[in-house]
């Protein structure tokens, strides 16, 4: 009914236009590299936390204490405290970063996370079910020397109102690491990874 409206060439754009729409909104998907910088917008992403793994674990390893040691010392993480209004999932930072210090072979890590189960299978072994001659030791675990610990923080800055047709946004993300003795609570390094990015988006738009 609605064609009879229409001459047929308008018809035909209008159709056209109208399925143009369609295969414009349609999803598409494809695989990028883990290592290509991508920011959909000024908020902290995988890209980020690539760049500040990288810089903070350069930092570490080429740095005193562990630059001075061919020992391997032993540490132990504490996590990152995330002082940000995001909800970021910083053990995937802390994570990385004992990654790459365990393959740069600077250091060796205590496995706090699964000190529980480390636990429940020595007490398992000492429960008469293990021989003995194949059994854990007891008391063998070694100590950590240092920890590492740190802050994620966050500041946003909004252009002020005015005439414009575009709205802008600062955004700042700081991740500052520590190194601490845990033998004399000294911390023996730190340092800080910052990012900042400016974004600007239309007020009318999708």
């Given at each position: ?28 998907t494809r ?121 994620l923080r ?53």
């Amino acid at each position: 009914m609605f064609r009879n409206f229409l001459p047929k060439s308008v018809f035909l754009v209008f159709v056209a236009v109208i399925m143009g729409m369609f295969v414009g909104c349609s999803a598409t998907t494809r695989d990028i590299s883990p290592d290509e910088i991508i920011h959909y917008d000024e908020g902290y992403d995988f890209s980020d936390k690539n760049a500040i793994v990288g810089y903070l674990v350069n930092s570490l390893v080429n740095k005193r204490p562990l630059v001075a040691r061919d020992d391997r010392p032993v540490i132990i993480v504490y996590g990152v405290a995330n002082r940000t209004s995001e909800h970021i999932e910083t053990d995937g930072i802390t994570d990385d970063i004992r990654r790459e210090i365990l393959q740069s072979g600077k250091a060796r890590f205590v496995n706090k996370v699964q000190r529980d189960n480390i636990a429940a299978e020595t007490d398992y072994q000492y429960g008469g079910n293990v021989s003995a001659e194949t059994r854990l030791e007891r008391a063998r675990q070694v100590g950590a020397e240092y920890m590492i610990s740190g802050t994620l923080r966050s500041i946003e800055k909004k252009e002020p109102k005015q005439v414009r047709l575009k709205k802008r946004t600062l955004q700042y993300y700081s991740l500052t690491l520590e190194l601490t003795d845990l033998r004399t609570g000294l911390i023996e390094w730190t340092d800080s990874a910052e990012i900042v990015r400016e974004s600007s988006k239309p007020f009318i738009g999708w």
